[in-house]
């Protein structure tokens, strides 16, 4: 589902996680938003790491638990996307990192769409 640090999804995540159930992340970087990556927050504390906006809100996902679905077709992006794991944030940072949830999505379905959805079956083989 969506999420990412203007739609945390805590709500949903406080139900989730009484069954011990975590988030597929889709959307992470927020469609590549560019008033996203650029809040301050992000460069900030990236600055602290030495990393990127981008990198700071990856690993925001994986420390949150979330499985994350990232995707880019540059390939210094990709390897910055997998650069995430040699840093960790503090509990103070990881609050800061939710701060500019403010219930944004960036996708949106519409009812035509959600009855396709609805009405799909799969073609199996016989």
């Known amino acids: 589902m969506e999420a990412h640090p203007y739609f945390t999804q805590k709500d949903l995540r406080e139900i989730l996680d ?16 560019s008033r996203l990556m650029s809040e301050t927050i992000f460069s ?8 990127t906006p ?17 995707g880019s077709r540059n390939v210094e992006h990709i390897r910055d996307n997998h650069n995430i ?21 960036y996708y949106h379905r519409t009812d035509s769409q959600l009855d396709q959805f609805a009405a799909w079956r799969p073609d199996f083989e016989h």
Not at 18 to 33: A, E, F
Not at 44 to 51: A, L, Q, S, T, V
């Open 18 to 33: 009484r069954y011990w159930i975590k988030i597929m992340s889709w959307y992470p970087l927020g469609h590549g938003d």
């Open 44 to 51: 900030e504390i990236g600055r602290k790491y030495g990393k």
């Open 54 to 70: 981008a990198q700071v809100i990856l690993r925001w996902h994986v420390q949150m638990g979330f499985a994350v679905i990232h």
């Open 85 to 105: 794991m040699d840093f960790e944030f503090t509990e103070d940072e990881m609050d800061r990192i939710t701060e500019p949830d403010c219930g944004e999505r």
